[in-house]
Structure formats: structure tokens, C-alpha cells
């Protein structure tokens, strides 16, 4: 094993670890970027903040129409969680 693929390795882990972080404090409001009080399991959108009020440009209203769907809530926590389980 080459030395860069040694550490393309380690990259790749430590980004799906990322993504995972990402995913758990969504879900249980850990308090890193989502409150306890804001955390999936409580109800709350993880997708309504940015889809409502952080979009702009030509797009905006399409994705103002998407925030709060249960739908794209589930898509977007399955990636959250799925995303380092893919091989490239």
C-alpha cells in the first residue's frame, strides 16, 4: 500500500465521520449546531431552516416550497447517514 493511498483512506473516514457527527446531532439535537430542543426526534425540521430562509437566486422558490417536508427531511438524514457508507 502506497503511502497516498494510506491517507486518501484516513480522509475519507474522517469525512464520513464528519457526515456522521452531522447526522446524530440532527437527530438528537447534541447541541454542536442543533439545539436539544431543535432535534428531529422533538419534530422539528432539519431541513427548514436552510430551504426556508437560505436560499436565493433562481431556484429559491422551489426550495422555499421543499422546506418542511417530511419527505425531504428523510432524504436528506438518510444521506446524512448513508453518505460514507458508498464506494467510489
Do not use: E, N, Q
Amino acid at each position: 500500500m502506497k503511502k497516498g493511498d494510506f491517507l486518501l483512506g484516513v480522509i475519507r473516514i474522517c469525512f464520513g465521520l464528519i457526515f456522521l457527527w452531522a447526522f446524530f446531532d440532527k437527530l438528537f439535537g447534541l447541541g454542536f449546531a442543533t439545539k436539544a430542543s431543535k432535534s428531529w426526534l422533538l419534530g422539528t425540521s432539519p431541513t427548514y431552516g436552510f430551504l426556508a430562509m437560505g436560499t436565493k437566486g433562481p431556484l429559491a422558490l422551489i426550495y422555499k416550497a421543499m422546506a418542511g417536508s417530511a419527505v425531504v427531511d428523510w432524504i436528506f438524514m438518510l444521506g446524512l447517514l448513508l453518505i460514507d457508507k458508498s464506494k467510489s
